[in-house]
């Protein structure tokens, strides 16, 4: 089976959800009370992160602010994003992790592999592999800019009704077909009946009410739920269908990707942010996982990829051993703090998967070459630290 | 979506078609109607709307109850049963467990 273009397209984004004056937006994100009964523009840092399969900060606050206030609101607001984002993401991993744990199917290896990555793994020699997983990194990052700069263009020229028609398709699929065959194995794995009307209504009702909840309206909660079992889904047919050695180099070509996309002028994802300033839209749903801080004096919307979610929960779940997935999560949530961290100090668009994933895989192969034959050493000789 | 910052009459109208929505077969649609809309409908003080909030929501929550009675009856049938329906049974059966019933 292949993912289609389903793993492009949920996580294309567009636009931050920014405006450097704050009016109320025509978003759906609610933000009428930006400017508050005695008429002054209340101070309100608005951060949104949005990518494709790739993460891209941007912060944006009004204009009236002296420099001492704004440097309490950095880094008052630093603190409540990191952790406001550590939740959708350690949500994600729990339940791919739950999943991989006890559902057996998503860890057997299948000769089946996605149409974006023909080169097969199950060579002799490691040159063979090596190149192997090189060429489906080049087949699958030449797939991700294609469909980026599509998506740059429809943006670009307003054909707003094809983009969320694609969106639509790709959400179907996830929130249909892909639940469907979770359900299934998770019956199987416990051995459970279960009748085709059941689940018959299980799925509609699922996917009927997702569907609703990401591209109309719906309670914020359920939004955020939603897209975070979207990410988890989409991760679990990753790691089934990935190779291994695929995956690690597409996730390191990826940040890449990111750092470029999003920082150079010709960037796609930087004309992306620049185009939605300029036309002050809200971005399309179903794209963004969007946190509003309902504690915050002020509130402080924020919208992030959920691409981000499915990248970090990929880097900590493809591993079998639990000291792994720790070290390469911490790695992911450090990443994760310093980007927020410089996005407060710098205020532009920023690339979010980069350090993450950077600090995500060096501490994973860090454990695997260096901590874990240490630890090993230490058990034989019964020395605890 | 934040419902506070909504107009009155929007709240209505989100929660009609909330409400008229979870015709189609979808009960799920009814509970969130209700659970979303559960303190605009009866702990909020007065307006307008309310009152008729209030309709739709009591009825989603009864649409609810009476379609939780009805697969937790075909259900309770269709575990219970399943093994002596013989053909029937796996015809309907999107997951068959394996051992002996």
């Known amino acids: 089976m292949n993912a289609s273009d389903s793993d492009e397209d949920i996580y294309n984004e567009r636009s931050a959800l920014v405006r450097s004056e704050s009016p109320a937006l025509p978003s759906y994100i609610p933000d009428s009370d930006l400017t508050p009964p005695n008429g002054t523009p209340t101070k309100r840092l608005k951060v949104s992160f949005r990518s494709e399969s790739l993460q891209c900060f941007v912060p944006t606050r009004p204009a009236a602010l002296t420099p001492s206030e704004e440097e309490e609101l950095t880094l008052k607001y630093g603190a409540k994003h990191v952790i406001m984002l550590f939740i959708p993401v350690t949500l994600c991993m729990v339940v791919v992790v739950a999943t991989i744990k006890s559902v057996s199917f998503y860890t057997e290896k299948t000769d089946q592999q996605l149409i974006y990555t023909p080169f097969t793994e199950n060579t002799s020699s490691v040159g063979r592999r090596l190149l192997n997983s090189v060429l489906n990194t080049i087949i699958m990052i030449s797939v991700i800019v294609v469909m980026t700069i599509f998506l740059v263009v429809l943006y670009k020229y307003r054909c707003y009704k094809f983009i969320h028609g694609w969106l639509i398709l790709s959400s179907l699929m996830l929130l249909f077909w892909f639940s469907f065959m979770y359900l299934g194995e998770v019956f199987k794995t416990y051995n459970l009946a279960m009748d085709y009307p059941t689940v018959g209504v299980i799925i509609w009702n699922f996917g009927a009410v997702g569907m609703i909840c990401i591209h109309w309206k719906g309670p914020l909660q359920l939004q955020q739920a939603y897209l975070i079992l979207i990410s988890a889904l989409m991760a679990l047919v990753f790691i089934k269908y990935l190779p291994e050695w695929s995956a690690w180099v597409i996730l390191g070509a990826i940040s890449v990707y990111d750092l470029v996309a999003v920082l150079s002028p010709k960037g796609p994802l930087r004309m992306l942010v620049e185009t939605a300033q300029e036309r002050n839209e809200p971005i399309f749903p179903a794209l963004i996982y969007s946190c509003e801080c309902v504690h915050c004096s002020r509130s402080a919307p924020i919208n992030n990829g959920s691409a981000a979610c499915l990248m970090f929960v990929i880097v900590s779940s493809d591993q079998n051993r639990l000291f792994r997935l720790r070290t390469g999560s911490s790695g992911c949530f450090v990443g994760l703090c310093l980007t927020l961290l410089l996005l407060a100090i710098f205020k532009k668009a920023l690339p979010a998967l980069p350090i993450s994933i950077t600090f995500g895989l060096v501490f994973y192969f860090s454990t695997d070459f260096l901590v874990q034959p240490f630890m090993d050493n230490l058990a034989a000789h019964q020395f605890y630290i | ?101």
């Open chain 2, 1 to 101: 979506m934040n419902l506070e910052r909504l107009p009155n009459e929007e709240k209505l109208s989100l929660c009609r078609k909330y409400y008229l929505g979870g015709f189609a077969f979808l009960p799920f649609l009814w509970l969130v109607n209700v659970v979303w809309f559960f303190r605009e409908a009866f702990l909020k003080p007065a307006y307008t709307e309310q009152l008729q909030i209030k309709a739709y929501v009591k009825r989603s929550a009864l649409g609810l109850l009476l379609w939780v009675a009805v697969l937790t009856t075909w259900i309770t049938i269709y575990q219970h049963f399943r093994a002596e329906w013989g053909e029937v049974g796996d015809y309907l059966s999107f997951t068959i467990p394996l051992g002996i019933p």
